[in-house]
């Protein structure tokens, strides 16, 4: 059964930093894609950053130069280092993880940025 277990969100003042972890268990293929979303309230659920497996890096324009995706493929475990945090990037943040046959969804972990 497929488990994604997301860490690291929390409370932070503007131009802080977290460093959120999406560590994923119960399947054997191999990961294919990993990314990262996020909504805040009253608004849709939107791409912040995602990663292939050759380590490809796709970024939304509003966070290019603050977060950074990463990955390791050895611990099935995907990154997202967030710098440099502003308010309008107070949000629940969604882990999605694809394998070759099917995607998964993290539970969320909030991040909220104090002015």
């Known amino acids: 059964q497929v488990q994604l277990v997301e860490s690291g969100g929390g409370l932070v003042q503007a131009g802080g930093s977290l460093r959120l972890s999406c560590a994923a268990s119960?399947?054997?293929?191999?990961?294919?894609?990993m990314g990262w979303y996020r909504q805040a309230p009253g608004k849709q659920r939107e791409l912040v950053a995602t990663?292939?497996?050759?380590?490809?890096?796709t970024y939304a324009d509003s966070v290019k130069g603050r977060f950074t995706i990463s990955r390791d493929n050895a611990k099935n475990t995907a990154y997202l280092q967030m710098n440099g945090l502003k308010p309008e990037d107070t949000a629940v943040y969604y882990c999605?993880?694809?394998?070759?046959?099917?995607?998964?969804w993290g539970q969320g972990t909030q991040v909220t940025v104090s002015s």
């Open positions: 119960g399947r054997r293929y191999s990961i294919t894609f």
């Open positions: 990663i292939t497996t050759a380590g490809t890096t």
């Open positions: 999605r993880i694809t394998w070759p046959d099917l995607s998964s």
